[in-house]
């Protein structure tokens, strides 16, 4: 079992930048994949990021590649995602999730674990 807090969320400008912290706590994140998710009102909730077991391995949505970058820090069980040039249409409730798959998962489906999110405003 594993409990997943996001942290790091608020209000910020287009152009701007955030980092949202995922904290796990239980058995340790570095036996799970984790990836950020993102649902903005009336949407389906989308993926963002995801990162390998070791932290080795990446991938990201087009939407955000280039801009966000996830990492993990193992010994603290704690997952990152630093964005820049944030966007208004990036604005969302951000979730958390880890994955007991050996890939970089990128569907809902492939994740055991989440989070409660965090909110993300970028005001244009």
């Known amino acids: 079992q594993v409990q997943l807090v996001e942290s790091g969320g608020g209000l910020v400008q287009a152009g701007g930048s955030l980092r949202l912290s995922c904290a796990a706590s239980?058995?340790?994140?570095?036996?799970?994949?984790m990836g950020w998710f993102r649902q903005a009102p009336g949407n389906e909730r989308e993926f963002v990021a995801a990162?390998?077991?070791?932290?080795?391995?990446?991938y990201y949505a087009n939407s955000v590649k280039g801009r966000f970058t996830i990492s993990r820090d193992n010994a603290k069980n704690t997952v990152y995602l630093q964005m820049d040039s944030l966007k208004p249409e990036d604005t969302a409730v951000y979730y958390c999730?880890?994955?007991?798959?050996?890939?970089?998962?990128?569907?809902?489906?492939?994740?055991?674990?989440w989070g409660q999110g965090t909110q993300v405003t970028v005001s244009s």
């Open positions: 999730a880890a994955s007991r798959s050996v890939r970089i998962p990128s569907f809902e489906y492939e994740y055991d674990y």
């Open positions: 239980g058995r340790t994140s570095s036996s799970y994949a």
């Open positions: 990162i390998s077991r070791s932290g080795g391995s990446t």
